[in-house]
């Protein structure tokens, strides 16, 4: 069986390298890697594809710096060249980005199957371009893999039990990998050397904050008055947020300190005091690290986060000062099990070998 996996962005390499790991365990399947390109970053130098254990891309198809529509354009056209060319039997895509859309849609016209990691996920949010690749790439996957009984849910009310597909309940990649690389973060990173003993993290990067100079300014504002008041305050600063906060001549008065690696990321959520973020990605990890979490946006996708009390939506307008000391003094239990048992891609290599 021949698989191709189509990623785009450094979380999207985590999560494969779960299951490319898992993949390696049967005889006959070999699987290639494909890199759209659409994320540049610094921390992806060949040390992060050695000490990650990923396998290295063998296309990497350099697209990036363009607008949505010509980025998307131009992974299609790329994509379906490597797709005639290789002949896979299946794609396999991650996440929300235009990377997971245009691999999927490329796929399907070629009438070759899909899985989609990370399928059900809604935000109910049209107007963040993740959603609309979220929406059309479930719509179009052969089997869908669902790491929450809430994507499970979104997708049955949206009627996919009347499609031709199959939906897994896998758990949660980002899950195995958070327990796979806590054991190796210590020894790689020294990060904490650099942050006060007792932290709160943030991270802010989403467009619909950074972009509108109200938000923006509002939780600068709330950030310094709980990096003052409540506990100082780290974060990795992203460079759209940098930007943005130069061109709108924001002071943000907390511990910046420079983007930084997973293993990094990992190490600051094990010392931390809690997370605050509009990160998808983190407000999971934040869990699985049993920290509480404040997430800086209108909705969430992880739902079940905030059924279970243990984050909570924090928008421009709300006293995230209050909100902060509140949940720091907060008693909340990290036992249930929303995401699996470590084991999803376990599951995913098992569903695929069986289609």
Known sequence: MKIITVVGARPQFVKAA?????????????????????????????????????????????INGVGHGAMTGRMLEKLEEVFISEKPDLVLVYGDTNSTLAGALAAQKLHIKVGHVEAGLRSFNMEMPEEINRILTDRISTILFCPTDSAI???KNEGYENFDCEIVRSGDVMNDAALYYAEKSAQLSSVVESVPNEFILCTLHRAENTDDLKRLQAFVENLNEVHESVKP??????????????????????KVIDPVGYFDMIELLKNCSMVLTDSGGLQKEAFFFHKTCLTLRDQTEWVELVEEGVNQLVKPEDDLKQKASEMLKKSVSFDTDLYGNGEAAKQIAKAILSI
Do not use: C, W
């Open 18 to 62: 779960v299951v490319s790991r898992e993949l390696k365990k049967y005889d006959g399947v070999e699987e290639i890697l494909v890199h759209t390109g659409q994320h540049f970053d610094q921390n992806m130098s060949d040390v992060f594809f050695d000490e990650m254990e990923i396998p290295k891309p063998k296309y990497n198809l350099e």
């Open 153 to 155: 849910k979104n997708l």
């Open 233 to 254: 305050v780290v974060i990795p600063l992203h460079p759209r947020t940098k930007a943005k906060l130069k061109e709108y001549n924001l002071d943000l008065n907390v």
